[in-house]
Nanobody
């Protein structure tokens, strides 16, 4: 079992920045993948950014060049630095982890981009 605790969401103006954090209850070295998904109202949940197979990173095309995923192995924490935010980035952001073919989700954190 893997618990994921997210933090860092909130309200930000267009063009602003936020950093999300996700702390795992296990060593992230034991995880096949860990990253972030988001779900906007009326839309399907989509991948934002993730680490897979250790250090391979994947980004959604819509966030490339604006978002950066990183991790602190000692803290078992993955971060999502979000810059140049726009209203289309408004969504609930979920931390995700995969281990031994099981998928785990955090509780979600709301990100709202609005003036």
């Amino acid at each position: 079992q893997v618990q994921l605790v997210e933090s860092g969401g909130g309200l930000v103006q267009p063009g602003g920045s936020l950093r999300l954090s996700c702390a795992a209850s296990v060593s992230i070295f034991t995880l096949y993948a860990m990253g972030w998904y988001r779900q906007a109202p009326g839309k399907q949940r989509e991948l934002v950014a993730a680490f897979t197979s250790g250090s391979i990173t994947n980004y959604a095309d819509s966030v490339k060049g604006r978002f950066t995923i990183s991790r602190d192995n000692a803290k078992n924490t993955v971060y999502l630095q979000m810059n140049s935010l726009n209203p289309d980035d408004t969504a609930v952001y979920y931390c995700n982890a995969e281990k031994l073919r099981a998928v785990y989700w955090g509780q979600g954190t709301q990100v709202t981009v609005s003036s």
